[in-house]
């Protein structure tokens, strides 16, 4: 688990000892260590949850994904109907107050059914 300020660059532990009203937590799926009952490496999706607790709108420069892969918007609870779309890494994504939004990485060349399919999963949590 890694810990981001709106600028993208992780929390220092200095840091952590000052208010803060917008952060990110990045879990990655990528790097679980685990194996499986039948011995098989353990891999899951790597998500970005922002929180801005602030009255103002942020905007959150995402940080750097693997090579290939892209953030994609699961949903941010300022709107519900926020369309799917894809972030760079190191792209600003404007969060209004009091929201929470959540992104995973996927690979850039993902087809749109396993897209579509996600999108649908991901609106019925």
């Known amino acids: 688990m ?3 300020k709106p600028n993208g660059h992780e929390w220092t532990d200095a840091e ?3 208010p803060h009203k917008c952060l990110g937590m ?7 260590r685990e194996s499986n009952e039948r ?3 353990i891999n899951g999706d790597t998500l970005l949850v922002l929180m801005n607790a602030g009255t103002k709108a ?3 420069s ?9 953030w994609e918007l699961m949903f941010d609870t300022a709107d519900d109907h926020t369309p799917a779309a894809t972030h760079a890494g190191g792209s ?8 929470l939004v959540v992104f995973r990485t996927r690979p850039e060349k993902a087809p749109p059914a ?4 996600l999108h649908r999963a991901a609106r019925r949590v």
């Open 16 to 18: 952590w000892e000052q």
């Open 92 to 99: 600003k994504y404007e969060m209004k107050d009091h929201t």
């Open 2 to 4: 890694s810990w981001f």
């Open 39 to 41: 011995g098989e490496p």
């Open 26 to 32: 990045r879990l990655a799926g990528d790097l679980i």
């Open 114 to 117: 396993e897209v579509a399919a």
């Open 58 to 60: 942020v905007r959150f």
């Open 62 to 70: 995402l940080p750097a994904t693997n090579p290939e892969c892209v």
